[in-house]
Protein backbone atom coordinates (compact mmCIF):
# COMPACT_ATOMS: atom_id res chain seq x y z
CA UNK A 1 0.00 0.00 0.00
CA UNK A 2 1.24 3.42 -1.26
CA UNK A 3 -0.13 6.82 0.64
CA UNK A 4 0.31 9.87 -1.76
CA UNK A 5 0.34 13.56 -0.32
CA UNK A 6 1.24 16.32 -2.49
CA UNK A 7 2.08 19.96 -1.59
CA UNK A 8 3.54 23.21 -3.40
CA UNK A 9 -0.04 24.56 -5.35
CA UNK A 10 -0.80 27.93 -4.77
CA UNK A 11 -1.93 31.00 -6.87
CA UNK A 12 0.43 32.24 -9.40
CA UNK A 13 1.11 34.88 -11.93
CA UNK A 14 1.71 33.92 -15.75
CA UNK A 15 4.96 33.07 -16.90
CA UNK A 16 5.94 32.48 -12.80
CA UNK A 17 7.18 29.03 -11.69
CA UNK A 18 5.86 26.64 -8.92
CA UNK A 19 7.48 23.49 -7.62
CA UNK A 20 5.01 20.53 -6.45
CA UNK A 21 6.23 17.76 -4.11
CA UNK A 22 4.98 14.46 -3.80
CA UNK A 23 5.68 12.58 -0.35
CA UNK A 24 5.12 8.75 -0.65
CA UNK A 25 4.76 6.29 1.98
CA UNK A 26 5.46 2.61 2.04
CA UNK A 27 8.71 0.45 1.07
CA UNK A 28 10.05 0.23 -2.01
CA UNK A 29 9.75 3.64 -3.45
CA UNK A 30 11.79 2.94 -6.27
CA UNK A 31 10.23 -0.07 -7.81
CA UNK A 32 7.02 2.68 -8.74
CA UNK A 33 7.19 4.30 -11.49
CA UNK A 34 5.49 7.47 -10.67
CA UNK A 35 3.30 10.17 -12.95
CA UNK A 36 1.27 13.68 -12.44
CA UNK A 37 -1.72 14.17 -14.29
CA UNK A 38 -4.01 17.47 -13.63
CA UNK A 39 -7.64 18.35 -14.08
CA UNK A 40 -8.71 21.76 -14.72
CA UNK A 41 -12.86 22.08 -13.70
CA UNK A 42 -15.44 21.34 -16.01
CA UNK A 43 -12.49 18.65 -18.10
CA UNK A 44 -11.43 15.01 -18.00
CA UNK A 45 -8.70 14.36 -15.97
CA UNK A 46 -5.24 14.01 -17.94
CA UNK A 47 -1.69 13.40 -18.28
CA UNK A 48 0.65 15.83 -17.51
CA UNK A 49 4.28 13.43 -17.18
CA UNK A 50 6.03 10.62 -16.16
CA UNK A 51 8.84 8.98 -14.60
CA UNK A 52 10.23 5.97 -14.43
CA UNK A 53 11.46 4.13 -11.25
CA UNK A 54 15.16 5.06 -11.32
CA UNK A 55 14.51 8.79 -12.35
CA UNK A 56 16.65 7.42 -15.66
CA UNK A 57 13.30 7.95 -18.20
CA UNK A 58 10.95 10.35 -17.97
CA UNK A 59 8.25 11.36 -20.91
CA UNK A 60 5.60 14.52 -20.83
CA UNK A 61 2.61 15.88 -22.67
CA UNK A 62 3.02 18.12 -25.31
CA UNK A 63 1.61 20.79 -23.58
CA UNK A 64 4.25 21.04 -21.01
CA UNK A 65 7.33 19.69 -22.90
CA UNK A 66 10.08 22.09 -22.21
CA UNK A 67 8.15 24.26 -19.30
CA UNK A 68 8.00 21.55 -16.39
CA UNK A 69 10.17 18.71 -15.51
CA UNK A 70 9.42 15.76 -13.08
CA UNK A 71 12.29 14.29 -11.20
CA UNK A 72 12.43 11.85 -8.12
CA UNK A 73 14.26 11.70 -4.75
CA UNK A 74 14.01 8.10 -4.10
CA UNK A 75 15.93 8.72 -0.61
CA UNK A 76 13.04 10.86 -0.18
CA UNK A 77 10.46 8.90 -1.43
CA UNK A 78 9.55 12.11 -2.88
CA UNK A 79 9.00 13.10 -6.81
CA UNK A 80 8.23 16.48 -8.10
CA UNK A 81 7.23 18.60 -10.66
CA UNK A 82 8.47 21.55 -11.90
CA UNK A 83 6.82 24.41 -13.96
CA UNK A 84 8.22 26.54 -15.11
CA UNK A 85 6.56 29.46 -17.55
CA UNK A 86 2.97 28.89 -16.09
CA UNK A 87 0.08 29.72 -18.49
CA UNK A 88 -3.57 30.35 -17.51
CA UNK A 89 -4.54 26.82 -18.98
CA UNK A 90 -2.15 25.12 -16.30
CA UNK A 91 -4.72 25.70 -14.01
CA UNK A 92 -5.92 22.53 -12.41
CA UNK A 93 -5.70 20.40 -9.49
CA UNK A 94 -2.41 18.28 -9.75
CA UNK A 95 -2.61 15.13 -8.70
CA UNK A 96 0.47 12.48 -8.12
CA UNK A 97 -0.12 8.83 -8.67
CA UNK A 98 2.53 5.47 -8.44
CA UNK A 99 2.33 2.37 -11.05
CA UNK A 100 3.10 -0.66 -9.42
CA UNK A 101 6.05 -1.29 -11.98
CA UNK A 102 8.92 0.76 -12.84
CA UNK A 103 8.24 1.14 -16.00
CA UNK A 104 6.56 4.82 -16.65
CA UNK A 105 2.94 5.16 -18.54
CA UNK A 106 0.70 8.10 -19.21
CA UNK A 107 -2.21 5.68 -18.78
CA UNK A 108 -4.62 6.91 -15.79
CA UNK A 109 -5.67 3.21 -15.56
CA UNK A 110 -1.94 2.01 -14.96
CA UNK A 111 -1.81 3.52 -11.73
CA UNK A 112 -2.36 2.05 -8.63
CA UNK A 113 -1.96 4.73 -6.36
CA UNK A 114 -3.43 8.35 -6.22
CA UNK A 115 -3.08 11.66 -3.75
CA UNK A 116 -5.71 13.76 -2.79
CA UNK A 117 -4.63 16.37 -5.35
CA UNK A 118 -2.77 20.30 -5.07
CA UNK A 119 -4.63 23.50 -6.71
CA UNK A 120 -2.51 25.21 -8.99
CA UNK A 121 -3.99 28.60 -10.22
CA UNK A 122 -2.26 30.76 -12.51
CA UNK A 123 -3.62 34.12 -13.24
CA UNK A 124 -3.43 36.14 -16.36
Known amino acids: QVQLVESGGGLVQAGGSLRLSCAAS????????MGWFRQASGKEREFVAA????????YYADSVKGRFTISRDNAKNTVYLRMNSLKPDDTAAYYC?????????????????WGQGTQVTVSS
Open 97 to 113: AAKGTSWYSNRETDYDY
Open 26 to 33: GRSFSSYA
Open 51 to 58: IGGNGGST
